[in-house]
């Protein structure tokens, strides 16, 4: 398998602008999970879904924030406007649904937004 | 809500020597697993160990190994044999058992191995 693919690997857009990251996860795997890393705050989930259904966004930062799957392979966050306190590196993730298993981590988003 | 802290923002250590980096957690659950994960300059994250929570032995993968003690909720992972490799950052992470599969990361410690 490929692993977790993400698009794209960077990204520098103008505050205002929409940006859409987009994920496929790892064939077969029942969760996903979008992540965002900055220096100040680490690592922090987003937002999870499981068999498609988002189970928990509580913390998708706020309104601006979207996320949707409309199917077992792909899934989008979309910021829309973006601002620059939106730069960070966001991270798709897939598991299986099973207890205790790992997550595998796509190689990123960097978003930079100025 | 589970917490998890990494007290140690950065840590360095010489080439083929010991290094021990710290990680504690807070639950009130009695079923659950504990993770490390390394994250290299590449910017991948990579699965280093993982442990359940209701094994008492703890858990090794080369020079890889935790020393986990429930009571005190303390996950600390050694390294041995330190390689230039081996410079990353390190996250440590809690998830439930049962059906929630999300993962709760530590804010890392930055670990460079020197020649």
């Known amino acids: 398998d490929a692993g977790v693919i993400q698009s794209p690997r960077h990204e520098v857009t103008e505050m205002g602008q929409e940006v859409t990251l987009r994920c496929k996860p790892i064939?077969?795997?029942?969760?996903l999970f979008w992540y965002r890393q900055t220096m100040m705050r680490g690592l922090e989930l987003l937002i999870y879904?499981?068999?498609?259904?988002?189970?928990?966004d509580s913390g998708m930062p706020e309104d601006r924030f979207s996320a949707k799957m409309p199917n077992a392979s792909f899934s989008t966050l979309k910021i829309q406007p973006s601002e620059p306190r939106d730069s960070a590196v966001y991270f798709c993730?897939?598991?299986?649904?099973?207890?205790?298993?790992?997550?595998?981590f796509g190689q990123g988003t960097r978003l930079t937004v100025v | 809500a589970q917490t998890v802290t990494q007290s140690q923002p950065e840590m360095s250590v010489q080439e083929a020597e010991t290094v021990t980096l710290s990680c504690t957690y807070d639950?009130?659950?009695?079923?659950?697993?504990l993770f490390w994960y390394k994250q290299p300059p590449s910017r991948q994250m990579i699965l280093v160990i993982r442990q359940e929570a209701y094994k008492q032995q703890n858990a090794t993968e080369n020079r890889f190994s935790v020393n986990f003690q429930k009571a005190a909720k303390s996950f600390s992972l050694k390294i041995s044999d330190s390689q230039l490799g081996d410079t990353a950052m390190y996250f440590c992470?809690?998830?439930?058992?049962?059906?929630?599969?999300?993962?709760?990361f530590g804010k890392g410690t930055l670990l460079t191995v020197n020649p």
């Open positions: 064939s077969g795997h029942n969760s």
């Open positions: 993730a897939s598991s299986e649904a099973t207890e205790g298993t790992e997550a595998f």
């Open positions: 639950t009130s659950e009695s079923n659950y697993y």
């Open positions: 879904f499981n068999n498609n259904v988002p189970i928990d």
């Open positions: 992470a809690y998830v439930s058992g049962g059906s929630n599969y999300k993962l709760t």
